[in-house]
């Protein structure tokens, strides 16, 4: 059997649901996605009891992002951007969603270490029992990059200011084995995000199958490096379950596989189907 990722808080990550896949309460990213969502549950083929859900990120301030996203054959192409209402609006309309759930985990991104601190004392205060924080320092729709060795004091500044775990979420532009030697003793996990491109579509980041070849690089680099446990990335397929886990993943994320695309219909019926299989034995 698998070792599954252990927080200090107790709790356990063995899949888990990306941050943009679930909206910003875990329910789903909008109205008509919460309803199918609930529909499916009712229907046992979705099982959110089986995932830790990531939120979409949440930053202290709103940020209006450009929305923009297109189905690949194998993947999507986004440009979503960081949009989110703030951390103030995101609580005051999705609190009791969070505090009822066992198994969440709150994205969120700073600029610096003033902005962390004005997410943790709001976390603290209103969510202590929450899964763990993952901390997006590698939004692909970005200008500007976060230096390197800020990404590493905010993640010791973290540690200063919250109990609460802290996943850091870095991406093919990041210097991540530095940073992830760095912060080793300070992190409980690492997840990989979509990877930047500009194609047809125009400056984007691409994910799913497309994302495999680089993402599972960068997550067989960090195994190699760390003893960080690494979330694996970029399922599109059953058995990829089964190779990222022999590759050492700690965990598995659903990404864009369990959005709701032209080619796979009804969002996270196939990770639901494949947690199932894969906790039965293949
Ligand atoms: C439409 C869309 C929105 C996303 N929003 C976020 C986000 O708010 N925060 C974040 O950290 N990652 C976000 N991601 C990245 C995913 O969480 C995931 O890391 C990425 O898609 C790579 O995994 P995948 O290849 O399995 O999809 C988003 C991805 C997509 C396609």
Not at 28 to 41: E, F, Q, S, V, W
Not at 94 to 99: A, G
Not at 129 to 135: G, H, I, P, Y
Not at 238 to 247: C, S, V
Request: with cysteine.
């Amino acid at each position: 059997m698998i070792e599954m990722i252990k927080l200090s808080n107790g709790k356990k990550l063995m899949f888990l649901m990306a941050s943009g896949m679930m909206g910003f309460d875990g329910r789903g990213p909008t109205r008509a996605h919460r309803i199918m969502y609930d529909l499916l549950k009712i229907a046992g083929l979705y099982d959110p009891a089986l995932f830790t859900i990531i939120t979409k990120t949440i930053s202290p301030q709103p940020i209006k992002g450009p929305k923009k996203i297109k189905p690949l054959k194998n993947g999507w192409w986004n440009n979503y951007g960081l949009d989110n209402p703030g951390i103030s609006a995101f609580l005051l309309r999705s609190v009791q969603e969070i505090r009822g759930s066992e198994n969440i985990i709150i994205s969120i991104t700073a600029q610096n270490l003033a902005e962390l601190q004005i997410i943790a004392d709001k976390l603290n205060i209103v969510t202590p029992n929450l899964t763990a924080v993952e901390l997006n320092v590698s939004c692909p729709n970005i200008k500007k990059y976060l230096d390197t060795n800020l990404i590493i004091d905010m993640c010791y500044y973290w540690k200063k200011i919250s109990r609460l775990p802290l996943i850091l979420k870095i991406g093919q532009k990041n210097n991540y084995i530095k940073i992830a030697i760095k912060t080793e003793k300070i992190i409980q996990a690492i997840d990989i995000n979509s990877i930047p491109t500009v194609d047809q579509h125009g400056a984007g980041a691409i994910s799913g199958e497309r994302a495999q070849f680089i993402n599972w690089r960068i997550l067989r680099r960090l195994i190699d490096c760390v003893s960080i446990p690494v979330i694996g990335p970029s399922v599109w397929h059953y058995e990829d379950i089964e190779y990222l886990f022999k590759m050492g993943a700690g965990a598995i994320s659903f990404g864009s596989v369990s959005m709701v695309h032209p080619k796979r219909l009804w969002g996270p019926i196939l990770p639901t189907k494949w947690a199932k299989r894969y906790l039965r034995g293949g």
